[in-house]
């Protein structure tokens, strides 16, 4: 898992709530992601961080916002969480994978429930 | 639009048999193509990835092939096992730049006895 963690890995919440989303890293990487999967879609990029306070938006970010006020942490806040932000959220950060090619690792994953 | 579709779906298999799944891709320009390996309820893990003067590549029983003249992958299982049971995702990285990567839905995979 390359050192990520999420948190949480469940949660359930009503619609209308803000909910924020941890991603952690222990090895200073300077790319970190949040992705959302669903079923019959591929991972889809909601935001992206390439350093401290340096965010960018992804191809589904409405609804989204982030925060990356540390290298180790991005944080991923739901403003006000609606039914269709019912999803499974990972983080991603990329590292050269040693053949000198720059590859992605997935955290666990977080399951959110919006009812 | 850039795309990424594999085929088939689903599929289920006998252990110790093989089986190739397959993957189109339309995006332009290419830089990358991976196969990612998801077990339920866990993270992609990334199991190959090839440049554009690969033509196949193995990580134990897994191999992956690609052409890219005709935009298409493969990943080969030999010899499967249970613990094959799992999506496998193509990736491929292009289309503008940056670290920017475009995901296949994924292919569901079953080994039974």
């Known amino acids: 898992d390359a050192g990520i963690t999420q948190s949480p890995r469940h949660k359930v919440t009503e619609t209308g709530t803000p909910v924020t989303l941890r991603c952690h890293q222990t090895?200073?990487?300077?790319?970190m992601y949040w992705y959302r999967q669903d079923p019959g879609h591929g991972l889809r990029l909601i935001h992206y961080?390439?350093?401290?306070?340096?965010?960018d938006k992804g191809e589904v970010s409405d609804g989204y916002s982030v925060s990356r006020s540390k290298t180790e942490d991005f944080l991923l806040t739901l403003e006000s969480a609606t039914s269709s932000q019912t999803s499974v959220y990972f983080c991603?950060?990329?590292?050269?994978?040693?053949?000198?090619?720059?590859?992605?690792?997935f955290g666990p994953g977080t399951r959110l429930t919006v009812l | 639009k850039n795309q990424v579709e594999q085929s088939p779906q689903s599929l289920i298999i006998l252990e110790g048999k093989n089986c190739t799944l397959q993957?189109?891709?339309?995006?332009?320009?290419?830089?990358?193509l991976r196969w990612y390996k998801q077990d339920t309820g866990r993270g992609p893990v990334s199991l190959t990835i090839?440049?554009?003067?690969?033509n196949t590549k193995s990580n134990g029983r897994y191999t992956a092939t690609l052409d890219a003249d005709t935009k298409q992958s493969s990943l080969h299982i030999t010899a499967s096992q249970l613990s094959d049971s799992a999506s496998y995702i193509c990736?491929?990285?292009?289309?503008?730049?940056?670290?920017?990567?475009?995901f296949g839905t994924g292919t569901q995979l079953k080994v039974e006895l």
């Open positions: 991603a950060i990329s590292a050269n994978s040693g053949a000198g090619v720059n590859e992605q690792f």
């Open positions: 090895e200073n990487h300077r790319y």
């Open positions: 961080s390439y350093g401290v306070k340096d965010t």
């Open positions: 993957c189109n891709y339309t995006v332009s320009p290419f830089s990358n």
């Open positions: 090839m440049t554009f003067s690969e």
């Open positions: 990736v491929v990285r292009g289309g503008g730049g940056g670290n920017k990567l475009t």
